[in-house]
């Protein structure tokens, strides 16, 4: 008997309809699974408990305070940050529910409906930046979303963030928050795991130590190093070490993860415990030596966080960004070009490493020099000890 395997219309319709149906509900499923998971965790309040010098530490980081809820100005602890003393212009404390950041670099906001407030201008609080000679100001945030977005950053700016999407659940029942927490901001156990058991039975049930920086110092594929307007875009430092002659060390040989490196705390443990520890032989031909660094040369301000600046220069300008490139190897190639045609990536060669040009690791402090004077120079930066 000869079967006719044509569908009708009607047919095809109903059978995507018991698709998206059924996909929905797994979809749904995995979403109340991965909720029911935030009981295994026991905030960071309660590691506090046996661990209090760690946490005094990693409390003067931005970690903790990736998002947080505001009740009029925003302070810090004393020594960090300065704090974000105003909302923006157009709107009161009352009308703000949660800061995004505001420790050290910049702070954005989000409305009592969970909604990231976006527009031209006075949208994002810049903090003061003595080093690149810039005062606290505000800029604008994603204006062609303006005037406003729904909250998506959860991964990497709170603890076991499940994304659920328009249709919630939502965090504190706010719309425009398009997931929900165990915790606000980077703490213990965005880290480490799942705490509650291991309070019941620390020796049974031990916490991770394993690194785990990469999986918020990143942007997507980290075979591309993401950039924008000459820089690369802030949170790239994983990308960086990878395209990096440094790839085979972990965060951990050179930062100390519960301190700050942005406060004089200690999380960069210093040249003498990293960069010497290898480079043993290599000395620098650099006259004032004491008022430089390897990080001076080596590790230029090459990415951008909230705000930059140009400096004027033989033939043209040098952009220095407010974070530090972790890329490290500096070209003295006069013809390459360290971004994309497009701008929208950091160049690679075939082997997949990255260079900074010497322009940018001379020229943002010899700015009466050009290119070709930092390549001639930096050629004869160091030499090796007998």
Known sequence: MKTNRHFSPLSLILLCSLFFILSNHLQANDVDQAIAQHKNYAGSQTCRTCHSEIYDQYSKTGHPYKIQAVNGPVTFPSGTSPGVPYPPKDKHWDDIRYMIGGFAWKARFIDQEGYILTGKEHRQYNLANPVLGLEAGWSGYSANTAPRKPYTCGSCH???????????????????????????????????????????????????????????????????????????????????????????????????????????????????????????????????????????????????????IKHDVKGGTVPEGDVRSHIFRISLDPLWQMFSDDGKYVRLDEDGKAFIPAANACLTCHTNQDKSWAIEHAKSMHHDTP
């Open 158 to 308: 709170t603890t076991a963030w499940v994304a659920t999407g328009k249709n919630g659940p939502h965090q504190d029942n706010l719309p425009g928050m398009y997931g929900v927490w165990a915790e606000p901001g980077v703490t213990c156990e965005a880290c480490h795991g799942p705490g509650a058991q291991h309070v019941k039975t620390p020796k049974k049930a031990p916490l991770t130590t394993e690194e785990n920086c990469g999986s918020c110092h990143r942007r997507g594929d980290v075979k591309k190093i993401d950039a924008k307007g000459g820089l690369i875009r802030h949170h790239e430092q994983y990308e960086d070490l990878l395209a990096s002659p440094h790839k085979q060390l972990k965060c951990g040989a050179c930062h100390s993860p519960h301190l700050s490196v942005k406060y004089p705390t200690g999380g960069f443990k210093g040249e003498s415990k990293t960069c010497l520890t290898c480079h043993t032989q290599r000395l620098s031909h650099i006259p004032a030596k004491g008022k430089f660094k390897c990080i001076t040369c080596h590790m230029p301000r090459m990415a951008k966080s909230a705000v930059s």
